[in-house]
């Protein structure tokens, strides 16, 4: 895809430093309810940080972004997946050192989910529902993209 989103074409970092960056991928993934249709979020629940966020980890050396993004989906949730629509890019700092995380939309396929040490808990939830589960608010403005990709897609 080569939908830019709204941090990328701003140019640069929100927390511009002369050290790289950690390079970081993951995906918003959805899927349709297998109860009545309606569109759910899948958060993933991260124990070390006790948090909550869409599936992201970092890219290994050389590893393309989007490749990335679909590989911590499946290691994260279980799951693979669809890619969508390019989402934002977001840089922030994590652990003081700045970190470029690119997204895309990301439909659900099949596979399931087992705990690990890594992630030991997912929810499916629907788009409001998620928005308040989230624990940063850089991830609320993701739910937000989907909603409008998937609008227009």
Partial sequence: MT???PEEARGAPVHPTSEEPVLAAGCVLWRRSPFDGALELCLVHRPKYDDWSHPK???KAGEDAL?????EVEEETGRRCAPGPRLSTQYYLANDRPKQVSYWAAEAADGSFEPN???DRVLWLPPTAARHRLTQPRDKVLVDELL???RHA
């Fill in 57 to 59: 980890g970092k890219l």
């Fill in 148 to 150: 409008a990709a998937l």
């Fill in 67 to 71: 490749a990335g993004a679909l590989r």
């Fill in 117 to 119: 040490r890594e992630v």
């Fill in 3 to 5: 939908g830019r989103g």
